[in-house]
Nanobody
Framework: QVQLVESGGGLVQAGGSLRLSCAASGRAISSYAMGWFRQAPGKEREFVAVTSWSSGSTRYAGSVKGRFTISRDNAKNTVYLQMNMLKPEDTAMYYC?????????????????WGPGTQVTVSS
């Protein structure tokens, strides 16, 4: 099973940017779909973005499309989430996850491994 560790979270003002990183170990991520999810206090974990291992496809939640970009560097075994034009409603714990499913899985239940998360706080 692949182990994941996120980094890059922090406090930023609205309109600012952050880049999250997810470093994987144990197995190569080249055969995994890699996703980002987030969870705000009192809310369910929600899908943010995913990049497929099979076709290079990506998919985004409507709330982040056009502002966030997911990318992967298989040579570094790392996935990134570039977040621009951040809003206070983007405040949450952000999680990286790995899935063996083909395509672009969006449900948390489709993922096999999770990182511990990194906190993102956007002030207004």
């Amino acid at each position: 099973q692949v182990q994941l560790v996120e980094s890059g979270g922090g406090l930023v003002q609205a309109g600012g940017s952050l880049r999250l990183s997810c470093a994987a170990s144990g197995r190569a991520i080249s055969s995994y779909a890699m996703g980002w999810f987030r969870q705000a206090p009192g809310k369910e974990r929600e899908f943010v973005a995913v990049t497929s291992w099979s076709s290079g496809s990506t998919r985004y939640a409507g709330s982040v499309k056009g502002r966030f970009t997911i990318s992967r560097d298989n040579a570094k075994n790392t996935v990134y989430l570039q977040m621009n034009m951040l809003k206070p409603e983007d405040t949450a714990m952000y999680y990286c996850a790995a899935s063996r499913r083909v395509g672009v899985p969006v449900a948390p239940s489709e993922y096999d491994s999770w990182g511990p998360g990194t906190q993102v706080t956007v002030s207004s």
